[in-house]
Structures are given as C-alpha cells and as structure tokens.
C-alpha cells in the first residue's frame, strides 16, 4: 500500500518549481576520496559528504513544503542583479554574516569578491545573451555564502543560495575560483524555472549537461572568448597542483579531465558508444551528461565566433521554449536543437552543423 506521505515528494506547493540539489562534485567522486589511506584526504571528504547528505535531505523537504517566495526588492532596475554575499566563517548555519551588498566596493576577502563577481557573471549572461531577467526571469535576488563549514569539498545551489566551500587544499582548493561552477549551479535555477529536467537518468544527464554548457558560455562571455580560445572545460583552477588533472569536466574530450591516484579517472564518455548504465550519481547524471556536452561544443566550434551567440541561442530556445518534456531524453532534446537550427537560422550551415554533431556523438535526431 502506498502511504499518503510517500507519495508527498512528487507534489509541489509552488507552480511546479522542483529544485534540484547538486553538488559541483558528484558524490561518487567524493566517495572514492572517502577510502584513500591518508586521513588527511579522506577526512574532508568523509565529512563534505555528510554535508551535502543533510543537504538533500533538507532540500527535499523544502521542495515538499515551497520554497519561500524571495520577491526582488522594491524599486530594483530589471536591468542590474541584486547580490549579497555572506561569510559562513566557518560553520554551517546559513546564510551567515552579512559582508558584501549590490553596489558595495569590493574588500579584502578574495572568496567574497569571486563570489560577488561570479554572481554578476551569470545575471549578465542571462540578461544581455538572451534579455533574462536573473535565473528565475524575475529578477529573482543573488545570494551567496562563503567559507562554508571546516575544508568543505564541495559548492551547491540549494534551491534559495549559492553555498561554497573553502575545499581542503589537499584536492581542491577555494570552489569560487572558477566561474563557470558558479554559472552551472546557478543554471540549475534556471532549467528548475522552465524545462525543470527530472533529475535521473538521461533526462538528468541533460539538466546536467545544460548546466555546463551554460556554465562554460557564461566563462566563455565574462573573457570575450570565440569557441576557437575557451578551455571547454568545468572547474579549471580547482584542482591542487598535486593532482592529476586539468579540471572536473571537458566538454571538448570528456573523459580526459582527471587521471589521479587519488580521485580516479574522469568516467565521462564523449559517444552514445560508451554510454555508463549505473544506478550510482542519480544514473549516471554526471557521467552521460559528457555525450550531450560534447554535442554541444562540436556545434559551437563548427559555428565558430561566440559561442554564446548562435549555438547557445539554440540550446536557450530548446530550454525555454516550451516543448521540452521533464522527462526528455537524448534524442527528444537533439530532435529539438534541429528544429530549433531550422526555425532560427533555415536549412544552412548552422542546421547542418547541429545534425553533424549529434550523428557524431551518436545521438539520432528525427
Ligand atoms: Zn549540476
């Protein structure tokens, strides 16, 4: 028999706003670090993932209740973001103490100031690539906390705020550092406000995806770049001098981002060939993602210019626009990118270039 209460979690209380709780590392990366023989590794690792455990416990019983309406403040311009940055100094009660407002000059803590910045990053993206308002369209308020808990391993968006960890400086270092896990946490906002992607399996590996592609764009757009110079990879920077490995993520050749002793090797496939069947990380949402990732960024390339233009337009229009199933999967979301390409651009070099890519990861589009 099936309890009234069991059957709660898949109702919302607010317009169908489902959030989702990720971490930037997946817990199976964590998972690993948790048995390495040296504590000094394992013991930042044992505890992050304690953390983010009440984290999505906490989170779920959130999306049960509604999360509160956070209405922008009277009088703001749809045109700027509204951040706030908080000092958790070290513990973890949220938000903390208050340190940094829209407006204010920036102080001494490099950790506020990337997250202050960070935050402005992904607005300005959202607002002047494709006139979005903050990553509900409303100009939903930017709040942030830093120097949570002692060598947290990890950053989350928990459905209200930004939360990010100091990391334990053994594996990872400060999770502001790099701008585009700012931008894919704060995208999973997004993708919970329109396609709202359940988060399993290959619809989760899109929701995953479509966090970094967003994440990359609003690196990519913050330095100028053209597809031609970004790094294509998530996480660039996070990663101690020590460790084997350039990044979490590489949408340009998934599966090359780590090779380390310690962290194992980065288990994303590129190609539908080597797609991971797994129940572990949600079903492989993290793993997968890497095929539609990599759509993603054969399309930018072969379009060339900024990415953020043609081929992020197009994945803008699929996300936004309406048709998108929550439980969409690979080839439903290809399908959509053509017809997408074809309604933007008509039968050119743009529409070929989203076919092209899609046959090369092995994706059928119809
Ligand atoms: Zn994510």
Redesign the pocket.
Known sequence: MVSHSAMVPSMTTNGGFKPVF?T?VPPHVLDRLAQAEDSALSGPARRSLEHDAYQRTKRRLTTVLGAPAVAPPIGAAADRPHRTVYDARHRQDLPGTKVREEGSEPGTDASVNRAYAGLGATFDLYLKAYGRNSIDGEGLPLDASVHFGTDYDNAFWNGEQMVFGDGDNEIFLDFTIPVDVIG?ELT?GVTQHTANLTYFGQPGALN?SL?DVFGSLIKQYSLGQTAAEADWLIGAGLLAPSVHGTALRSMKAPGTAYDDPNLGKDPQPATMEHYVRTGRDNGGVHINSGIPNHAFYLVATAMGGHSWEKAGQLWYDVLTGGELKQQALFTDFATLTVKAARERYGAGDELEAVRKAWEQVGVRTL
């Open positions: 990720c930037i894919h999973h995953e966090s």
